[in-house]
């Protein structure tokens, strides 16, 4: 089966073209808009034979911007709460600790029972409610807060166990290390 595009079959030309349209939609492991599977039938034909949207992806954890409500769960779990005190928009240190630790499956993963995740942000862009806004600026004044970025570990009620101080380099593996070695496990 030839096409007007000389010897290539169809179904080539299809899944280049899909491909194609994934790559400039973003479509990627970590974030699924929608992910269609294709099935080639027998004529040469591809059908849709399952789709996936990020609806059904549960995401491994949770970042909360409330400190009461971090500290009701740590409470509730018995686990610490580790603060991120950032600048998500314009601190150069935050954005690469978030992509190279906080963001990634092993931190992520490690989290799980341990540590409740707390991000108090301090940006200089992005719209925050009055509420948030008030409730970072005592948080930075009760912790004296004087650099970003800073992760505290508290224990449920709001005590401070340790401070993790992360390396330009830092791995998820070291940063787990700090974190275990101030929580004792």
């Known amino acids: 089966m030839t096409n007007r595009f000389g010897n290539a079959p169809r179904l ?14 973003g479509c990627n492991s970590a974030s699924l808009r929608s992910l269609a ?15 996936i949207s990020d609806s059904d992806y549960v995401p491994l954890a949770i970042w909360h911007e409330s400190y009461e409500t971090a500290q009701r769960i740590a409470a509730e779990q018995g686990a610490a709460v580790l603060v991120g005190f950032t600048g998500s928009d314009w601190c150069r240190p935050c954005k690469r600790l978030k992509r190279n630790v906080l963001d990634s499956d092993e931190f992520m993963t490690w989290t799980e029972g341990k540590v409740i995740l707390l991000e108090l942000d301090y940006p200089k862009v992005t719209k925050q409610s009055a509420e948030i806004k008030e409730q970072n600026e ?20 709001g005590e401070v166990l340790g401070q993790i101080a992360a390396e330009k380099d830092e791995t998820p593996a070291a940063f787990i290390e700090k974190a275990e070695s101030i929580l004792g496990i």
């Open 12 to 25: 080539g030309f299809l899944s280049v073209y899909l491909l194609a349209v994934m790559c400039l939609t």
């Open 138 to 157: 005592a948080l930075k004044q009760r912790y004296q807060i004087s650099q970003y970025p800073t992760i505290l570990l508290l224990d449920q009620n």
């Open 37 to 51: 599977i294709w099935k080639s039938t027998g004529d040469g034909v591809a059908t849709i034979e399952e789709t």
